[in-house]
């Protein structure tokens, strides 16, 4: 449970500020991001090797 001590002349707005960086800091919804989209570990690695075949033709065709 994420806590924001407000002292006395704080805007709201300044507390909340606080808790939403807290929050951040926490990787809650990062976290929840990536359990939405999970992919098998070997369609992973197979979208690493095309992005990297993709990559190195770019590079080929940047030399010639």
Known sequence: MIIV???EGDSIDRALKKFKRKFEKTGV???LRERQKYTKPSIRRREEK???????????????
């Open 5 to 7: 001590p407000v002292k």
């Open 29 to 31: 919804m990062r976290e």
């Open 50 to 64: 095309t992005r990297a075949i993709f990559i190195q033709k770019l590079r080929d065709q940047e030399l010639i």
